[in-house]
């Protein structure tokens, strides 16, 4: 118990000293009376052995301004020691950062002038260096305390040097002109925003640096709602974050009461609905000063009191649009800069953001300020070339619309001759001789093939041989039959004429097989059914010594003397104009253009004159229809059996418009017709 209030005396006794360091910073004593009671207070807060501050001089030399107990440290009597000492304060003036140097430690051992925990912090005012702190404490101070440490004396030593930056500003006058040149470039940088959030944004992250505080937060009231838009130094402003959410809610209770708020390190004398809400956002930000300006929208410049006075309606009350929240981290009271300029900011910043939130209400402000831009550039000689650009694509669209051309559909496919004949395998067999090649021209009845067919021939041959037996047994029974009659033996008669009898209806039935296998046999002959071209290819190497089965293709005659024409095939999402021009055609006959490939240089008219009445599928799998449009052969030179095609077929006349873009729309409509 004893020792727990020892530490809870020792706390109150730091946390004592650390408040009579900052009001002796705030005070407006001599540099010779500060800087000895700044070290003696800052040594025995810590209970620290020894302590000195070293000043500038010259620009680039440090020398010991003042002292306590330095002494016994032993440093002045050690040259080595003194060297070591003096690169440590060079590197702690350079580096502006606060570091604890510890014996003990293997990395800073070497570097120490002397066994003490060394804890050194540089006095900055602004950007720039003017003296080191320097603190011996024992060394065998605890580990876990040496950061502690560490912060207390960067802590204090900031006090120190905002008191230097009060001296220097105190003796030299203010600039009013650079005072005045930062705020008009901060003017000009607000006044670029476009919308609330570029508004806010700037004011906290330029503001921050024309008022000197340590962080300038802006919070906008809309609605019902207040909400932190811009927080100094922050790219984007997480709305969960606990500072986040206490920012807000002091910001919007400063908004209703519509007055300023300053803190400074007491909340007693506060309304209990600031009370509260302040005390959190302290506590989440450890902030010293906190100063809330509610930024209420100015004053119309031009009155309407007038006007309202005749309408006996009472005037608008002026709208509080956000806060600006103002805070310093190391120091309680406002510094001077705060003080001055806090209140020119803010009626600066109402302006812009009042005007900012007038173009956010606007509806589609993007989509107006585009057309403005780009109505502003119709001025002068641009807009009679625009009228000019106009009335051209005008003229171009009506003449898509108006002027009639052709609409011809694409249909490809092969020329050939109209009278042909595919020759099948009349039996089953095999081929064993082939008197022409392809490409040969025959004449009608020239041989082609010879099949054989073993078992045929073996079945004719066979009931030739029964046939000649029954027209023997014919023969010799009619004989039987005269002998008996001539004899007058009657019954042998009877069956004699019977046995006669019964060999005819045998000739007569085998006589008919014959004639039927004898045609068979004969058929196995295949000959030219017409005058033409043989049009298969490479006869010997298909068909020779090879089995066929009846009904299987053999080759093709042709006949390249008699009329020719187009077979094409034409994709069936084309039909519909396709047929719409044949209905309407009085002979149901449709005009086409094509060209073949043995002749590409010129192109031929033909004569579409029959559509299939069913779709089909092409090699690609795609639905298609067939048709037969005739043509006049002898104009075509070079004409070969299958030569490809394309062909237009000409489907009537559309808008000129629809020719050249017809097919993407109907391309479109078919990929994403749902």
């Keep these: 118990m004893t020792n727990v209030a020892s530490i809870q005396q020792a706390r109150d006794r730091v946390l004592q000293m650390a408040r009579q360091i900052e009001e002796l910073a705030q005070t407006a004593a001599p540099p010779e009376t500060f800087f000895p009671e700044f070290l003696r207070l800052l040594v025995n807060s810590l209970g620290a052995r020894a302590g000195a501050i070293w000043m500038l001089e010259g620009g680039s030399r440090l020398r010991l301004a003042h002292e306590l107990r330095f002494a016994e ?21 350079s580096t502006g950062q606060a570091v604890s140097l510890s014996p003990d430690d293997p990395n800073s051992a070497n570097r120490l002038p002397a066994a003490f925990l060394v804890l050194l912090a540089a006095l900055q005012v602004g950007e720039e260096s003017l003296g080191v702190v320097e603190i011996f404490q024992r060394s065998d101070a605890p580990r876990d305390a040496r950061p502690g440490f560490l912060q207390f004396v960067e802590q204090m030593v900031g006090h120190a040097s905002r008191y230097l930056e009060r001296q220097q500003s105190d003796a030299q006058p203010q600039d009013a002109s650079s005072f005045l040149t930062d705020f008009e470039q901060f003017m ?4 670029r925003g476009e919308n609330t959030e570029e508004v806010a944004t700037t004011a906290a992250n330029d503001g921050r640096q024309l008022l000197g505080c340590d962080r300038l937060s802006v919070a906008i009231h809309k609605g019902a709602k207040t909400s932190i838009v811009a927080i100094s130094g922050q790219d984007s402003v997480n709305a969960r974050a606990n500072l986040t959410r206490a920012m807000a809610q002091i910001a919007e209770r400063v908004i209703e009461l519509r007055e300023p708020l300053t803190f400074s390190g007491r909340i007693d004398d ?67 800069t705060v003080e001055a300029r806090s209140a020119l900011l803010a009626e600066h910043v109402s302006a812009v953001l009042t005007r900012a939130r007038q173009n956010d209400r606007i509806l589609f402000l993007r989509l107006w300020q585009t057309l403005g831009h780009g109505v502003e550039w119709f001025h002068g000689r641009r807009l009679a070339k625009t009228l000019a650009a106009v009335a051209g694509v005008a003229l171009v669209v009506a003449a898509l619309w108006l002027v009639p051309y052709d609409y011809r559909v694409t249909g490809k496919g092969k020329l050939m001759p109209v009278h042909r004949h595919q ?41 030739l041989y029964k046939l000649d037996q029954a027209a023997q047994k014919v023969r010799s029974s009619g004989a039987e039959a005269e002998a008996a009659s001539r004899e007058g033996d009657r019954q042998a008669m009877l069956r004699a004429k019977s046995a006669r009898q019964q060999a005819e209806i045998e000739r007569d039935g085998l006589t008919e097989i014959v004639t039927i296998q004898k045609k068979r046999v004969d058929s196995l002959l295949i000959t030219a059914p017409i005058d033409g071209r043989v049009a298969s290819f490479q006869l010997e190497e298909t068909l020779q010594n090879r089995p066929v089965q009846q009904g299987e293709l ?121």
């Design 423 to 463: 020759i099948f395998a009349p039996e089953n067999g095999h081929v064993v001789e082939i008197f022409v090649r392809g490409g040969d021209k025959v004449k009608k009845g020239q041989k082609l093939l010879q099949l054989s067919n073993e078992q045929l021939t073996a079945e004719y041959h066979d009931n």
């Design 73 to 93: 440290t032993g440093i002045r009597e050690n040259s080595p020691a003194a060297g070591i000492n003096d690169r440590l304060l060079n590197e702690a003036l």
């Design 554 to 674: 053999l080759l093709e005659d042709m006949d390249e003397s008699g009329p020719w024409r187009l077979e094409l095939e034409v994709e069936g999402s084309r039909m519909g104009h396709v047929l719409r021009a044949w209905e309407a055609s009085p002979d149901h006959k449709l005009d086409v253009e094509f060209i073949p490939a043995t002749a590409l240089e010129s192109t031929f008219t033909a004569t579409l004159d029959s559509i299939s009445t069913h779709s089909a599928v092409s090699n690609d799998q795609s639905i298609i229809f067939e048709m037969h449009a005739s043509t006049d052969a002898s104009k075509i030179p070079d004409k070969w059996i299958g030569a490809e095609v394309r062909a237009k077929i000409n489907c009537g006349r559309r808008s000129l418009g629809y020719v050249l873009f017809g097919d993407v729309v109907e391309f479109i409509r078919q990929k994403l017709w749902l």
């Design 270 to 336: 506060l309304p209990p609905q600031i009370e509260k809400p302040l005390a959190d956002f302290v506590q989440e930000s450890g902030s010293r000063m906190v100063k809330l300006l509610p930024l209420i929208e100015p004053e119309p410049l031009i009155s309407r009191r007038e006007d309202e006075h005749r309408r006996k309606a009472p005037p608008r009350p002026r709208e509080t649009i956000g806060c600006l929240v103002i805070e310093q981290t190391a120091e309680s009271r406002p510094r001077v």
């Design 188 to 191: 000009l940088q607000l006044q």
